[in-house]
């Protein structure tokens, strides 16, 4: 059984900085792609980044293209999302996840989750 548990949330300062963590165990971390989704209060789970199970690629969306950097470390099983100059819209529960094989942008295409680490961005 793979087990996913995010870490590095907390409350932050507009235009501020975190890192998130994930660290993956259980299972064998390079046949899986990881996300990052996040979900704010009273709203869908959205697409963040995800990071391909090598590393070559990634994908951001766009609303934090600029600002969050994806990396995972294959010697570790962990990945990791910088996040710079934060903004109050980026306030939510993030969740890291990992994909076999599918459509990294469909939630339900997802083998595994984490579960979730609290980022709250003050204006």
């Known amino acids: 059984q793979v087990q996913l548990v995010e870490s590095g949330g907390g409350l932050v300062q507009a235009g501020g900085s975190l890192r998130l963590s994930c660290a993956v165990s259980?299972?064998?971390?390079?046949?899986?792609?990881v996300s990052w989704f996040r979900q704010a209060p009273g709203k869908e789970r959205e697409f963040v980044s995800v990071i391909s199970w090598s590393g070559s690629q990634t994908y951001y969306t766009d609303s934090v293209k600029g600002r969050f950097t994806i990396s995972r470390d294959n010697t570790k099983n962990t990945v990791s999302l910088q996040m710079s100059d934060l903004k109050p819209e980026d306030t939510a529960v993030y969740y890291c996840?990992?994909?076999?094989?599918?459509?990294?942008?469909?939630?339900?295409?997802?083998?595994?989750w984490g579960q979730g680490t609290q980022v709250t961005v003050s204006s």
């Open positions: 259980g299972g064998s971390f390079t046949s899986y792609h």
């Open positions: 996840a990992a994909l076999s094989t599918g459509n990294y942008y469909n939630i339900d295409e997802y083998d595994y």
